[in-house]
């Protein structure tokens, strides 16, 4: 009698502990690193968000966001095994695919590149790459501004000598000085803060649009290794569908509020008047109109990209885009 | 003197790419994170003329600052020999000047320079000059007792006398600081192209580095290596004659090169 009750009595017990054991491992929590392409501004306003509001954690995911830099490749990160996610252009991805580099992308951030050229309109308004003809243009040599320089510049039929590509670097003055024309920007954070400076000094400035001229150089991109998309699927799907939740909280023009709290928190220099234009801007390139689905891959853009690499000498033979754009749907 | 250097950094580079393969080869690395050795080779054969004319370029600057950075080494280190509150202040003024860091001084100095010339001599100069102060501070503050005291107490000490006779005693160590002072200046010099200029071998990395081109930052390394080494073995070589024509006798170079 009394062994039956010991057994009565540990029987709750043991549920109770397997219980406590199941509830653990439906909660158990993954952790990922993401390696951003840039600083943590508003270009990154998904990514920050998906993270500050909880959406990771929902996902049961616990996500180190990482900022990018100059000297900070995602794309090496995860062959070594330091980042399981990263945005980067396509022109890195396909150089890095040129290579032997095992990355796949699983969505595309920004569906128009925010790279434009700022330029005075005391000279008049560039509607036309023929526009370029005689003017002094800033690139930073060896990144992806120059092949779209030298490919609006060579469409319109332009002679190399005809122009002058001037080497910039993030110090502005040669632009506002006027020793230079044109000058390479991302309309939606730099775009608007040296717009406002110079709106607020009485200079009018206008911005050149590659993809208003047929270039379609698709930009920041997220990727991941082709070893944890086979291997881990699942925190992949979770992971994307994390992101994808918080990208599109952030473009909603009703959560703006919210989307320009979490993006000062980490972009303190960056003033709310700021911020909120800089928001607006982003949700153009992520949201260009209704009938786009946030992080949807852009085929033809990257075709078209790989195309102007492999004409301008960057990559020596075809990658095969299509092995590499792996969109949620896809992979499921 | 000069094969030695250029087979000592042929070693160290190659054991460095060995190193950089073995990880390759271990961790099964695509050519994107290491380039490999056909990859490197072929690097090699399209860019290495291009590198050397950009590292020619960038030891012209070296050259140069390194020596405006020994002659305000020797300035300063002279004035501030002396134990005067003028030499507290000399001293006191170079260490500060020292403390800021180059990346955070290299933008004023290419707003007020602009990116050409003058703004990578000036930080080429000023990362080779403060080891260089340090040493020749170091030297010229300190007395050579026994042959100086003759001097003084026959009232014949004039401080150009003073920083001959200390010269004189340092010479084995003033020779090796300045062959030495190369490397900072090639170092300085490359920094100041990397950051802000259009020229030079580390205007070239920095392009490589925005392309994720390791091999072409390999071959870079390698043509800068090179010529560093050559320069260094030159300096030495120089050192070594100043100081049999001043000692009177063949010397040898310190830290047991010959």
């Known amino acids: 009698?009394?062994?039956?009750?010991?057994?009565?009595?540990?029987?709750?017990?043991?549920?109770?502990?397997?219980?406590?054991?199941?509830?653990?491992?439906?909660?158990?929590?993954?952790?990922?690193?993401?390696?951003?392409?840039?600083?943590?501004?508003?270009?990154?306003?998904?990514?920050?968000?998906?993270?500050?509001?909880?959406?990771?954690?929902?996902?049961?995911?616990?996500?180190?966001?990482?900022?990018g830099g100059p000297e900070r490749d995602a794309l090496r990160e995860l062959e070594l095994g330091h980042a399981h996610f990263g945005v980067a252009s396509a022109d890195q991805v396909i150089r890095a695919r040129a290579k032997g580099a095992p990355v796949v992308v699983i969505a595309q951030l920004f569906q128009v590149n925010p790279l434009q050229w700022i330029y005075h309109m005391d000279g008049g308004a560039m509607n036309s790459p023929g526009d370029l003809e005689n003017k002094t243009i800033g690139v930073t040599f060896g990144k992806n501004d120059e092949i779209i320089m030298r490919t609006l510049i060579a469409g319109a039929g332009i002679k190399a000598t005809s122009v002058r590509l001037f080497s910039v670097r993030l110090d502005y003055t040669p632009f506002y000085k006027g020793q230079v024309d044109l000058w390479p920007v991302y309309i939606n954070t730099q775009g608007i803060e040296i717009g406002e400076k110079l709106k607020r000094a009485g200079v009018a400035v206008g911005f050149f649009d590659p993809s208003d001229h047929g270039v379609r150089f698709v930009a920041n991109s997220v990727v991941t290794s082709r070893r944890m998309m086979e291997k881990d699927s699942t925190t992949v799907r979770r992971f994307l569908g994390a992101l994808l939740e918080g990208w599109r909280f952030a473009m909603d023009p009703d959560n703006a509020g919210r989307t320009v709290t979490v993006v000062q928190g980490f972009d303190r220099d960056s003033g709310k008047a700021v911020l909120e234009a800089q928001l607006e801007a982003t949700r153009k390139l992520v949201r260009p109109s209704s009938d786009t689905a946030i992080g949807a891959i852009d085929v033809p853009a990257w075709l078209q990209t790989e195309t102007i690499m492999l004409n301008h000498g960057q990559i020596d033979a075809p990658v095969k885009v299509g092995d590499i754009l792996m969109p949620l749907s896809a992979s499921q | 003197m000069l094969i030695r250097r250029l087979y000592q950094f042929l070693m160290i580079y190659f054991l460095g790419v060995g190193v950089l393969l073995a990880l390759k080869y271990g961790a099964g690395l695509s050519d994107y994170v290491v380039p490999g050795p056909v990859l490197i080779w072929r690097t090699c054969m399209d860019t290495t003329a291009r590198y050397l004319?950009?590292?020619?370029?960038?030891?012209?600057?070296?050259?140069?600052?390194?020596?405006?950075?020994?002659?305000?080494?020797?300035?300063?280190?002279?004035?501030?020999?002396?134990?005067?509150?003028?030499?507290?202040?000399?001293?006191?003024?170079?260490?500060?000047?020292?403390?800021?860091?180059?990346?955070?001084?290299?933008?004023?100095?290419?707003?007020?320079?602009?990116?050409?010339?003058?703004?990578?001599?000036?930080?080429?100069?000023?990362?080779?000059?403060?080891?260089?102060?340090?040493?020749?501070?170091?030297?010229?503050?300190?007395?050579?007792?026994?042959?100086?005291?003759?001097?003084?107490?026959?009232?014949?000490?004039?401080?150009?006398?003073?920083?001959?006779?200390?010269?004189?005693?340092?010479?084995?160590?003033?020779?090796?600081?300045?062959?030495?002072?190369?490397?900072?200046?090639?170092?300085?010099?490359?920094?100041?192209?990397?950051?802000?200029?259009?020229?030079?071998?580390?205007?070239?990395?920095?392009?490589?580095?925005?392309?994720?081109?390791?091999?072409?930052?390999?071959?870079?390394?390698?043509?800068?290596?090179?010529?560093?080494?050559?320069?260094?073995?030159?300096?030495?070589?120089?050192?070594?004659?100043?100081?049999?024509?001043?000692?009177?006798?063949?010397?040898?170079?310190?830290?047991?090169?010959?």
């Not at chain 1, 709750?12 to 509830?23: K, Y």
């Not at chain 2, 170079?94 to 010339?117: C, E, H």
């Not at chain 2, 007395?143 to 084995?172: C, S």
Request: glycine share 8%.
């Open chain 1, 1 to 67: 009698m009394n062994r039956l009750t010991l057994q009565q009595f540990l029987m709750p017990v043991w549920v109770l502990i397997f219980a406590f054991a199941a509830a653990d491992q439906a909660r158990a929590v993954d952790t990922v690193v993401y390696r951003l392409k840039w600083l943590k501004n508003m270009s990154t306003a998904g990514d920050l968000v998906a993270n500050s509001l909880g959406y990771f954690e929902r996902a049961g995911l616990s996500v180190t966001v990482k900022a």
């Open chain 2, 53 to 258: 004319s950009d590292v020619a370029d960038t030891l012209s600057v070296a050259v140069v600052g390194q020596v405006l950075s020994i002659l305000l080494a020797l300035l300063v280190g002279i004035l501030g020999r002396q134990t005067s509150w003028f030499g507290s202040f000399i001293k006191a003024a170079a260490y500060n000047v020292q403390a800021y860091p180059i990346v955070a001084l290299a933008p004023i100095i290419f707003i007020l320079l602009g990116d050409g010339w003058p703004a990578r001599l000036l930080i080429a100069a000023m990362i080779c000059y403060f080891p260089l102060l340090l040493s020749v501070l170091g030297i010229m503050s300190e007395p050579v007792v026994d042959i100086e005291h003759f001097y003084r107490q026959t009232g014949r000490m004039r401080w150009q006398l003073e920083v001959k006779i200390r010269a004189f005693e340092n010479i084995g160590k003033l020779t090796t600081v300045i062959a030495g002072s190369a490397t900072l200046a090639m170092a300085g010099t490359i920094v100041a192209e990397f950051i802000a200029a259009n020229a030079g071998i580390g205007y070239s990395i920095r392009i490589a580095l925005y392309q994720s081109d390791l091999a072409k930052i390999l071959v870079a390394l390698f043509v800068i290596g090179i010529t560093l080494s050559l320069y260094q073995g030159f300096l030495e070589w120089c050192g070594l004659r100043v100081k049999s024509a001043w000692i009177g006798q063949p010397g040898e170079p310190s830290g047991g090169e010959s």
